[in-house]
């Protein structure tokens, strides 16, 4: 993927920090606080980890597939199982 950049921080404060780039976020923190700083910042969507198991209902899934389920269409990346 392009234009993908990944942060890493050691300490607390290092995320609030300010910073206009980012339009989607994934907060992995226990942190609740940090969705707010972010959407402040210009971001359009804050996403945790509940946020993605809410999106993806169904059963549960490794985090790749969880992924692909909550932010991709039907039949794009993953397809629909069958009830039966």
């Not at 976020?25 to 969507?45: C, D, E, G, I, W």
């Given at each position: 993927?392009?234009?993908?950049?990944?942060?890493?921080?050691?300490?607390?404060?290092?995320?609030?920090?300010?910073?206009?780039?980012?339009?989607?976020?994934?907060?992995?923190?226990?942190?609740?606080?940090?969705?707010?700083?972010?959407?402040?910042?210009?971001?359009?969507?804050?996403?945790s980890?509940?946020?993605?198991?809410?999106?993806?209902?169904?059963?549960?899934?490794?985090?790749?597939?969880?992924?692909?389920?909550?932010?991709?269409?039907?039949?794009?990346?993953?397809?629909?199982?069958?009830?039966?």
């Amino acid at each position: 993927m392009q234009n993908i950049e990944t942060m890493y921080y050691e300490k607390e404060e290092e995320l609030f920090v300010e910073d206009y780039r980012y339009k989607l976020v994934f907060n992995f923190t226990s942190l609740p606080k940090l969705k707010r700083h972010f959407l402040k910042q210009s971001a359009f969507k804050v996403l945790s980890l509940d946020d993605l198991k809410k999106a993806a209902p169904e059963k549960e899934y490794c985090f790749s597939e969880l992924l692909k389920r909550a932010l991709c269409r039907p039949n794009t990346l993953w397809k629909i199982e069958n009830a039966s």
